[in-house]
């Protein structure tokens, strides 16, 4: 069965700082896509960022580009994102998605991501 468990979500002040992370357990997904979505309440999931099989195609949504990092460690099974400057817009929960195969393109569409975490808070305080 595989597992994507996100964490080092928490409550931050605005300006401030959060590293996620997630972990992939079950079948082998060391070389498929990931990516970052977040969900807010009363609003859609929305894409934040992706990174392809190899990590050299990288897509960030608009809103967090230069703000956040996402990368990846194939030979630990994890995906990372890096969050500096938070603002209290990027107030959501966070989830990690991988796809079913490896692709050298990346992706953004949540239905592009056949697995999924459970997600975890990321609260900006103003």
């Known amino acids: 069965q595989v597992q994507l468990v996100e964490s080092g979500g928490g409550l931050v002040q605005a300006g401030g700082s959060l590293r996620l992370s997630c972990a992939a357990s079950?079948?082998?997904?060391?070389?498929?896509?990931k990516g970052w979505f977040r969900q807010a309440p009363g609003k859609e999931r929305e894409f934040v960022a992706a990174?392809?099989?190899?990590?050299?195609?990288?897509y960030y949504v608009d809103s967090v580009r230069g703000r956040f990092t996402i990368s990846r460690d194939n030979a630990k099974n994890t995906v990372s994102l890096q969050m500096n400057s938070l603002k209290p817009e990027d107030t959501a929960v966070y989830y990690c998605?991988?796809?079913?195969?490896?692709?050298?393109?990346?992706?953004?569409?949540?239905?592009?991501?056949?697995?999924w975490g459970q997600g975890t808070q990321v609260t900006v305080s103003s």
């Open positions: 990174i392809n099989t190899s990590g050299d195609r990288i």
């Open positions: 998605a991988a796809t079913n195969a490896a692709y050298t393109m990346v992706f953004t569409r949540p239905s592009d991501y056949g697995y």
């Open positions: 079950g079948r082998t997904l060391s070389t498929v896509n």
